[in-house]
């Protein structure tokens, strides 16, 4: 399976109708080169612009929606459309990713459930998901989290009792604190014995300089391959099978105590 991560630069000097637009350029540009695409965290805001999240919120089926189900479909690709600020119109403004099939219809929608920003920022300015979600491919289960959900193993530990093969994180990853995005991506996938592909943004919004450097790692926590800092478009071919061969010659799995129940086999 081929997966191509977008590692978006958030210019602060372009539009959101811009950027949406070069987006959708780079989906169709990635037709017979990837089976699975994924798009950073809030690539259309950026992750700290926290006083833009209620001007630009759309609802779930608003712009962004639109455009991306389109590039799907056109490039004929599972598409990862990160995070977009969702307004619900009856409740709080959520963090919600979007996955489309390669028909460009909705496979699942995530509300993000670890808010960053402890008492500030998207901390108190949205509100927090209470679903884990995956999503069937034909190749692979994914389990989607969101960035800050990279620090609470648990919320993993669910989506691979769901059933997950392949975690995807998209994100909005400070630089300041980049050593940590390595090492949890690393963490997840030997912990889970999954692959974990990790999509950040690139660049400088709203003062804080993103860490970049977006990730694929395998069941054994052997980095596949690893993007720079700016803007570039990370492709990476690999075996889902993988998973369930670790899983088997390393059972590790299947010793759990505490906490869920043991995974299905």
């Known amino acids: 399976m081929r997966a191509?991560?977008?590692?978006?630069?958030?210019?602060?000097?372009?539009?959101?109708?811009?950027?949406?637009?070069?987006?959708a350029s780079l989906v169709r540009e990635q037709a017979g080169t990837a089976d699975l695409v994924v798009l950073p965290e809030l690539w259309t805001t950026g992750a700290f612009a926290y006083e833009g999240f209620g001007s630009e919120a759309?609802?779930?089926e608003g712009p962004t929606y639109e455009a991306m189900a389109k590039a799907a479909s056109d490039a004929g690709v599972w598409l990862h459309a990160g995070s977009i600020p969702e307004r619900d119109p009856e409740g709080?403004?959520?963090?919600?990713?979007?996955?489309?099939?390669p028909s460009g219809d909705l496979a699942a929608a995530y509300r993000k459930i670890h808010r960053f920003g402890f008492d500030k920022g998207e901390a108190v300015l949205m509100g927090a998901g209470e679903e884990l979600v995956t999503v069937r491919l034909p190749e692979t289960v994914l389990g989607v989290a969101t960035c800050?959900?990279?620090?609470?193993?648990?919320?993993?530990r669910g989506l691979v009792d769901a059933g997950a093969e392949t975690l995807l994180v998209p994100a909005g990853w400070p630089e300041r604190r980049r050593a940590?995005?390595?090492?949890?991506?690393?963490?997840?996938a030997v912990e889970n014995q999954a692959f974990v592909l990790a999509c950040g943004t690139a660049g400088t919004h709203a003062g804080v300089p993103q860490a970049g450097h977006s990730i694929v790692v395998d069941p054994w926590g052997e980095v596949l391959a690893q993007a720079g800092a700016g803007e570039q478009v990370?492709?990476?071919?690999?075996?889902?099978?993988?998973?369930?061969?670790?899983?088997?010659?390393?059972?590790?799995?299947?010793?759990?105590?505490?906490?869920?129940?043991?995974?299905?086999?």
């Open 92 to 101: 709080p403004l959520y963090n919600t990713s979007l996955v489309f099939s």
């Open 148 to 156: 800050y959900d990279l620090r609470f193993p648990e919320l993993f």
């Open 234 to 265: 990370l492709t990476v071919e690999f075996d889902p099978g993988r998973v369930a061969v670790t899983r088997d010659q390393f059972p590790a799995l299947k010793d759990r105590m505490l906490g869920l129940a043991p995974p299905r086999r």
């Open 180 to 188: 940590h995005w390595t090492l949890l991506a690393q963490a997840r």
């Open 4 to 23: 191509s991560l977008l590692q978006i630069d958030v210019n602060e000097g372009e539009s959101v109708e811009s950027r949406r637009a070069r987006v």
């Open 58 to 60: 759309e609802p779930l």
